[in-house]
Protein backbone atom coordinates (compact mmCIF):
# COMPACT_ATOMS: atom_id res chain seq x y z
CA UNK A 1 0.00 0.00 0.00
CA UNK A 2 1.20 3.35 -0.21
CA UNK A 3 1.35 6.11 1.94
CA UNK A 4 -0.47 9.20 1.83
CA UNK A 5 1.90 11.08 0.61
CA UNK A 6 2.76 8.65 -1.93
CA UNK A 7 -0.67 9.43 -3.26
CA UNK A 8 -0.95 12.70 -2.61
CA UNK A 9 2.29 13.07 -4.82
CA UNK A 10 0.73 10.94 -7.76
CA UNK A 11 -2.71 12.12 -8.14
CA UNK A 12 -3.69 15.79 -8.25
CA UNK A 13 -6.01 17.47 -5.85
CA UNK A 14 -8.48 17.30 -8.19
CA UNK A 15 -8.43 13.48 -8.15
CA UNK A 16 -12.72 12.79 -7.47
CA UNK A 17 -10.69 9.70 -4.58
CA UNK A 18 -9.17 10.67 -1.12
CA UNK A 19 -6.37 9.02 0.17
CA UNK A 20 -8.77 7.33 2.12
CA UNK A 21 -11.08 6.24 0.19
CA UNK A 22 -8.23 4.80 -1.86
CA UNK A 23 -6.88 2.89 0.73
CA UNK A 24 -10.81 1.34 1.06
CA UNK A 25 -11.04 0.54 -2.61
CA UNK A 26 -7.52 -1.28 -2.26
CA UNK A 27 -8.90 -3.24 1.36
CA UNK A 28 -11.89 -4.61 -0.21
CA UNK A 29 -9.88 -5.35 -3.98
CA UNK A 30 -7.91 -7.44 -1.39
CA UNK A 31 -10.54 -8.92 0.19
CA UNK A 32 -12.05 -9.62 -2.88
CA UNK A 33 -9.11 -11.31 -4.52
CA UNK A 34 -8.96 -13.48 -1.56
CA UNK A 35 -12.62 -14.78 -1.42
CA UNK A 36 -11.75 -15.80 -5.15
CA UNK A 37 -8.44 -17.66 -4.49
CA UNK A 38 -8.92 -19.64 -1.31
CA UNK A 39 -13.00 -19.86 -0.98
CA UNK A 40 -14.21 -22.62 0.62
CA UNK A 41 -14.81 -25.17 -2.34
CA UNK A 42 -17.75 -27.43 -2.99
CA UNK A 43 -17.20 -29.82 -5.16
CA UNK A 44 -20.41 -32.59 -6.30
CA UNK A 45 -19.50 -35.70 -7.48
CA UNK A 46 -22.16 -36.27 -11.05
CA UNK A 47 -21.37 -39.36 -11.20
CA UNK A 48 -21.88 -40.48 -7.90
CA UNK A 49 -24.18 -37.92 -6.06
CA UNK A 50 -21.77 -37.30 -3.15
CA UNK A 51 -20.65 -33.66 -2.36
CA UNK A 52 -17.30 -33.19 -0.15
CA UNK A 53 -16.90 -29.55 1.31
CA UNK A 54 -13.40 -28.78 1.67
CA UNK A 55 -13.10 -26.30 4.22
CA UNK A 56 -10.14 -23.81 5.88
CA UNK A 57 -9.05 -22.97 2.24
CA UNK A 58 -9.88 -19.28 2.88
CA UNK A 59 -6.72 -19.67 6.04
CA UNK A 60 -4.44 -20.74 2.68
CA UNK A 61 -1.71 -18.52 1.99
CA UNK A 62 0.86 -18.44 -0.36
CA UNK A 63 3.14 -16.47 2.80
CA UNK A 64 2.08 -20.23 4.52
CA UNK A 65 3.70 -21.86 2.06
CA UNK A 66 5.58 -19.58 -0.33
CA UNK A 67 4.99 -18.82 -3.94
CA UNK A 68 4.48 -21.74 -6.49
CA UNK A 69 7.62 -20.82 -7.77
CA UNK A 70 9.60 -21.38 -4.47
CA UNK A 71 7.85 -24.47 -4.03
CA UNK A 72 9.34 -25.79 -7.60
CA UNK A 73 12.38 -24.57 -6.63
CA UNK A 74 12.00 -26.04 -3.39
CA UNK A 75 11.18 -29.83 -4.11
CA UNK A 76 12.30 -30.14 -8.46
CA UNK A 77 15.98 -30.44 -9.94
CA UNK A 78 17.13 -26.78 -11.02
CA UNK A 79 16.90 -28.40 -14.78
CA UNK A 80 13.48 -29.18 -14.31
CA UNK A 81 12.43 -25.27 -13.03
CA UNK A 82 11.19 -24.10 -15.98
CA UNK A 83 9.47 -27.09 -17.50
CA UNK A 84 7.98 -27.48 -13.76
CA UNK A 85 6.94 -23.99 -14.34
CA UNK A 86 5.29 -24.29 -17.17
CA UNK A 87 3.40 -27.45 -16.87
CA UNK A 88 2.02 -25.91 -13.41
CA UNK A 89 0.83 -23.16 -15.01
CA UNK A 90 -0.72 -24.76 -18.19
CA UNK A 91 -2.78 -27.07 -15.63
CA UNK A 92 -4.07 -24.25 -13.22
CA UNK A 93 -3.07 -21.24 -14.22
CA UNK A 94 -0.92 -20.87 -10.87
CA UNK A 95 -4.25 -20.94 -8.68
CA UNK A 96 -3.70 -23.10 -5.57
CA UNK A 97 -7.39 -23.94 -5.29
CA UNK A 98 -7.97 -25.31 -8.80
CA UNK A 99 -10.21 -28.03 -9.74
CA UNK A 100 -10.34 -29.37 -12.93
CA UNK A 101 -11.61 -32.58 -14.52
CA UNK A 102 -14.85 -32.49 -12.99
CA UNK A 103 -17.38 -33.91 -15.72
CA UNK A 104 -15.18 -37.33 -14.59
CA UNK A 105 -15.39 -39.29 -12.02
CA UNK A 106 -12.16 -38.47 -10.47
CA UNK A 107 -11.16 -34.63 -10.64
CA UNK A 108 -7.92 -32.87 -10.33
CA UNK A 109 -6.58 -30.66 -7.93
CA UNK A 110 -4.16 -28.07 -7.10
CA UNK A 111 -1.36 -26.50 -8.59
CA UNK A 112 -0.13 -29.48 -11.32
CA UNK A 113 -3.82 -30.66 -11.33
CA UNK A 114 -3.45 -34.24 -9.46
CA UNK A 115 -6.35 -36.68 -10.35
CA UNK A 116 -7.75 -37.98 -7.03
CA UNK A 117 -7.91 -41.66 -8.11
CA UNK A 118 -8.20 -44.48 -5.72
CA UNK A 119 -4.96 -44.94 -3.69
CA UNK A 120 -4.26 -41.34 -4.14
CA UNK A 121 -3.85 -38.64 -1.56
CA UNK A 122 -7.08 -37.28 -0.74
CA UNK A 123 -8.68 -33.64 -2.33
CA UNK A 124 -7.86 -32.17 0.66
CA UNK A 125 -4.34 -33.27 0.36
CA UNK A 126 -3.74 -32.55 -2.86
CA UNK A 127 -5.15 -28.85 -2.63
CA UNK A 128 -2.37 -28.01 0.05
CA UNK A 129 0.12 -26.03 -2.26
CA UNK A 130 3.38 -27.89 -0.75
CA UNK A 131 1.77 -31.63 -0.81
CA UNK A 132 0.82 -30.78 -4.28
CA UNK A 133 3.83 -29.71 -5.35
CA UNK A 134 5.52 -32.37 -3.50
CA UNK A 135 3.44 -35.09 -5.02
CA UNK A 136 4.30 -33.80 -8.26
CA UNK A 137 7.61 -34.44 -7.82
CA UNK A 138 7.05 -38.37 -6.97
CA UNK A 139 4.83 -38.55 -10.21
CA UNK A 140 7.51 -37.02 -12.08
CA UNK A 141 10.57 -39.08 -10.93
CA UNK A 142 8.03 -42.23 -11.12
CA UNK A 143 7.02 -40.95 -14.50
CA UNK A 144 8.75 -37.86 -16.35
CA UNK A 145 6.18 -35.56 -17.30
CA UNK A 146 3.89 -38.35 -19.05
CA UNK A 147 1.04 -37.52 -16.61
CA UNK A 148 0.35 -34.25 -17.30
CA UNK A 149 -1.61 -33.39 -20.62
CA UNK A 150 0.41 -29.84 -21.08
CA UNK A 151 3.52 -31.57 -21.14
CA UNK A 152 2.37 -33.27 -23.77
CA UNK A 153 1.19 -30.46 -25.96
CA UNK A 154 4.56 -28.49 -24.88
CA UNK A 155 6.34 -31.36 -26.41
CA UNK A 156 7.92 -32.77 -22.96
CA UNK A 157 7.26 -36.34 -23.48
Do not use: C
Request: aromatic share 14%; net charge positive.
Amino acid sequence: MISKEQYEQMFSSDFPVSYDQFAQLIANKRKKLQQTLYPSISHSNKYTGTATKYRGLSKINYTDYGTPMSLIKKYFPQSEWQKAYNVMMGESGGRIGAIGDTNTPYASYGLFQIRALPGRPSPGQLLNPEFNVQYAVNLWRNQGWRPWTVARKLGYV
